[in-house]
């Protein structure tokens, strides 16, 4: 059926395709916002996406001889690399004809999905308090996770489209709305932005009172990333996605024009 109706309205169901791809992007971002909590308040004070914190946060750790915050936030910089060039070879690179959504993006967040399902199995093995060598271990875990997932959201190829770093996405939105764009014209940073806030307050609450679910944001939200692509595939299987997904309608293309205006001027977090 969907099928079916991709090929009577090519630019409906791309225009379907884009719309479900940044509401995937959205629950990657909860799932970001939940990991770097969960890193920052029970693995050690280390950040597993956050890069420029965490370089703030060792030179404080620096100043100060803290030698454990320091190995912490080596381990979280160093495993963050790592899961970027593990998802940049699994994902690859944008290219020109591409789909909205490319097969390999799903192939690289199913590794990012195994990936949190050993840093689950290690939090829960260890009490749900993780302490010494584990807690120093599940935050490489999660940091290498988010790491892949990063870098294969950058397969999509649409300029400033993110997960993980929003300093630049905050600093355009900002830019655009004293520039007189509606406060429509920038809902898909608003709710990106949204999205980040809303998994940290809940991986915080979780981690604070039933640190047992903690694990489950992570392997909830990958988890409906990975079927919901399945439906992106089918929708927009026939759509560059490059630049402004030229075979969508001019409201997808708007949005598309958005995220790639975002975070242009700072690729910072």
Excluded: K
């Excluded at 009577?8 to 990991?35: C, E, F, M, S, Y």
């Excluded at 969960?38 to 946060?57: C, D, H, K, Q």
């Excluded at 608003?190 to 940290?200: D, K, N, P, T, Y």
Aim: glycine share 12%; net charge positive; proline share 4%.
């Amino acid at each position: 059926m969907l099928f079916a109706r991709r090929d009577r309205d090519p630019a409906g169901a791309a225009d379907r395709g884009i719309a479900l791809r940044h509401a995937l992007v959205v629950v990657l971002t909860l799932n970001a916002g939940a990991t770097d909590a969960i890193g920052f308040l029970a693995l050690g004070g280390a950040f597993t996406s956050v890069m420029t914190g965490n370089l703030v946060l060792f030179g404080i750790s620096a100043a100060e001889g803290d030698a454990s915050l320091a190995r912490h936030i080596l381990t979280a910089v160093l495993c963050y690399i790592a899961g970027c060039v593990l998802g940049g070879r699994l994902a690859g690179t944008p290219a020109g004809d591409q789909p909205v959504w490319p097969r390999a993006v799903t192939v690289a967040l199913s590794v990012e999905f195994v990936i949190f399902a050993a840093y689950a199995t290690g939090w829960w093995l260890a009490g749900s308090a993780p302490t010494g060598s584990v807690q120093l271990g599940l935050l490489a875990v999660n940091a290498l996770a988010l790491g892949v997932q990063s870098s294969s959201v950058q397969r999509f190829g649409v300029s400033g489209l993110s997960t993980t770093y929003m300093t630049g996405t905050l600093t355009t939105m900002i830019v655009r709305l004293t520039s007189g764009h509606r406060l429509r014209d920038v809902a898909d940073s608003l709710q990106i932005l949204g999205s980040l806030v809303v998994g940290a307050v809940v991986a915080a609450a979780l981690a604070d009172h039933a640190p047992v679910l903690a694990p489950l944001i992570q392997l909830v939200s990958v988890g409906v990333v990975l079927l919901g692509s399945v439906v992106v595939m089918r929708l927009g299987s026939s759509t560059t996605a490059g630049r402004a997904d030229p075979a969508a309608g001019p409201r997808a293309r708007g949005r598309t024009a958005d995220r790639g205006a975002a975070e242009a001027t700072s690729p910072g977090t």
